[in-house]
């Protein structure tokens, strides 16, 4: 499936997004970001094929999803038109999780069906798409409306209403770990992503 979801996608170049620092965001951010051409499953796909790749966990996480749920409405909404904003992490957000929970996951499942598997066998069916819906907000959220100017804004997410909060400095505090914002207002046809460098977690998991 990932062969056939990359075969669409044509590669460009995301470097000029990355250009944008956090601090050139928060400093003077914009009233709103313009619609991209790409959706934020094509950008997604695009970033885990750049060299070097970024976002290929998180696009090994969504299409890990789709396999095991083919009719989950998130990975519906990521391709379609429905407005989103997505936190994404980065791939070395992935690995730290990963590296911290590796103990404690099947070692033949981690094998051969690889860390989101093995944590949905550890945590249960159904944990990992939990996980990447806390990273989705509906709406199309530049950072002038996700990041406040002085006290701490509530963000209500995909996951059943759950919530998380962020700081004037850009820091999300969320159930179970922290987060910093930054590069911000990457603009997709369908929504934001704003590249985070921790995984959200919905749970406390004493990590």
Do not use: C
């Amino acid at each position: 499936m990932k062969n056939l979801l990359a075969s669409w996608f044509a590669v460009v170049s995301l470097a000029a997004v990355y250009g944008l620092l956090p601090a050139q965001v928060f400093a003077a951010p914009p009233a709103g970001v313009a619609p991209g051409s790409q959706s934020i499953a094509e950008i997604v796909t695009e970033a885990a094929a750049d060299d070097p790749a970024e976002f290929s966990l998180l696009l090994d996480a969504v299409l890990y999803i789709a396999e095991i749920n083919p009719d989950s409405a998130l990975i519906t909404g990521l391709f379609d038109t429905e407005q989103y904003t997505v936190f994404a992490p980065t791939d070395q957000a992935f690995l730290a999780l990963v590296g911290a929970v590796v103990g404690l996951l099947d070692p033949v499942i981690l094998n051969e069906e690889g860390p989101f598997a093995a944590i949905d066998a550890l945590l249960g069916a159904g944990t990992v798409e939990a996980v990447v819906s806390y990273h989705v907000t509906t709406g199309r959220r530049a950072s002038n409306s996700v990041v406040p100017p002085r006290r701490d804004r509530i963000i209500t997410t995909l996951l059943d209403g759950a919530t998380f909060s962020v700081s004037s400095g850009g820091v999300i505090t969320a159930v179970g770990s922290t987060a910093v914002i930054g590069p911000a207002n990457i603009s997709a046809s369908n929504g934001v992503i704003h590249v985070i460098d921790a995984v959200l977690l919905p749970i406390d998991l004493g990590l």
